[in-house]
């Protein structure tokens, strides 16, 4: 947390400060999962942003200057955007100042994320960018590509799917919901799903990740976007956090894979 919906939520609300110029970076905190390198400011002081995207769970915020700064939100991470003077806040770590008087803070409780600068073109050469499997909305996530990564594997499928080496974008939360709109059990080796049910887990996790964008993305704990707004897809969780309660008859269960939680509901995810 956050995940690709809640980034893509976050990139969203940035779009206002597209084409705009940078005043200058202040850097609160040199230290967060990373060391925040100290010549952000150099390399952005004066560029135009020309462009804010999304790379799996990395916001890329691309200047005319030819670098881009590099934000992931690690476990509560958040950007707010704000106008003119504020009160900083003890979490605050990082500004990205405009000249139209906006400014972009990066706030993170735990310090689980991290901030770089890279050249625009060799930012698909960053190891952790590099690294990424096929995002999670891709045309290019389809059953060729996911059979031959899993059509061996005795992992749980719950953990391929939280493997940002085969797909990148879904975290602990959607795993357990997009599985258990496929009707997938989360403890079925890779290598047990028929085409039928590859087919029937790439449509879910479209379906899932979309909703929750629609939805503004999940806030559980810390995330907010980046105008200080909830999102509203934790209301939509059918079995997420929801152990002990019942769908019709069914109980949903709690049991932990690879020291995290899954949330599932067996009678139900009977594909095993």
């Not at 990373?34 to 200047?63: G, T």
């Not at 690690?74 to 990205?96: A, V, Y």
């Not at 999670?136 to 939280?162: D, G, T, W």
Request: hydrophobic share 35%; glycine share 6%.
């Amino acid at each position: 947390m956050p995940e690709l919906p809640e980034v893509e939520t976050t990139i969203k609300g940035l779009d206002e400060i597209k084409n705009h110029i940078v005043h200058k970076v202040i850097i609160h905190t040199k230290q967060l999962r990373f060391k925040v390198p100290y010549n952000i400011n150099k390399k952005l002081k004066n560029s135009r942003i020309s462009k804010i995207k999304r790379i799996a769970k990395y916001i890329v915020i691309e200047s005319d200057s030819n670098f881009s700064l590099i934000i992931h939100l690690g476990m509560s991470g958040r950007l707010k955007l704000i106008s003119n003077k504020f009160k900083r806040d003890k979490h605050d770590h990082f500004e990205l100042i405009l000249y139209n008087n906006k400014i972009i803070i990066y706030n993170d409780p735990r310090k689980f994320g991290f901030i770089d600068i890279v050249e625009t073109a060799n930012l698909k050469k960053k190891k952790y960018i590099s690294n990424l499997g096929i995002d999670a909305l891709s045309k290019e996530l389809n059953y060729s590509y996911l059979s031959n990564k899993i059509s061996k594997s005795e992992v749980p499928i719950k953990q391929i799917l939280l493997n940002q080496k085969i797909i990148s974008g879904i975290g602990n939360i959607y795993a357990s919901e997009i599985l258990f709109d496929a009707k997938i059990s989360p403890l079925t080796p890779g290598n047990k799903l028929r085409i039928s049910h590859i087919m029937k887990l790439i449509c879910s996790i479209r379906k899932i990740l979309k909703k929750a964008i629609k939805f503004g993305g999940s806030s559980i704990r810390d995330y907010k976007s980046a105008d200080g707004t909830l999102g509203n897809f934790q209301k939509n969780f059918k079995v997420y956090n929801k152990e002990g309660k019942k769908i019709g008859k069914n109980s949903i269960l709690r049991i932990i894979q690879y020291g995290r939680s899954t949330f599932y509901c067996p009678n139900i995810q009977n594909i095993k």
